[in-house]
């Protein structure tokens, strides 16, 4: 009952969370390691992470991942201070169970 009138709203609220997101999008992060330019940068869930409005990361030639987030000062802040004393984080594989199943 009363669901067709939703309709398509989810939908939409996603396309403009995607367009809201895609408006922060750098155009280049600097890589932390040898200071080139980084042109391929994509976008990474902020889920659970409070008062982030986007993060994107990018992946330099000399292998140095760089990351550029927006949202709240504090938030960014938190975020980079989490970066700083675990790179490779688990933004990538957003593990939740934390069953230790190595990839290596
Ligand atoms: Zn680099």
Do not use: Y
């Not at 709203?9 to 995607?18: K, N, P, V």
């Not at 330019?37 to 760089?66: K, N």
Request: glycine letters at 12%.
């Amino acid at each position: 009952m009363g669901q067709a009138k939703q309709r398509g709203s989810r939908e939409q609220r996603i396309a403009q969370a995607q367009e809201r997101i895609e408006a922060t999008r750098p155009e280049k992060l600097v890589c932390n390691g040898c200071g080139a330019d980084v042109t391929t940068i994509h976008p990474v869930s902020t889920r659970g992470l409070a008062g982030i409005e986007a993060i994107w990361v990018g992946q330099c030639d000399c292998g140095q991942t760089t990351f550029a987030a927006s949202g709240e000062p504090s938030a960014v802040q938190a975020f980079f201070d989490a970066l700083g004393s675990d790179t490779e984080l688990t933004l990538g594989s957003q593990r939740q169970d934390g069953s230790g199943h190595e990839t290596a």
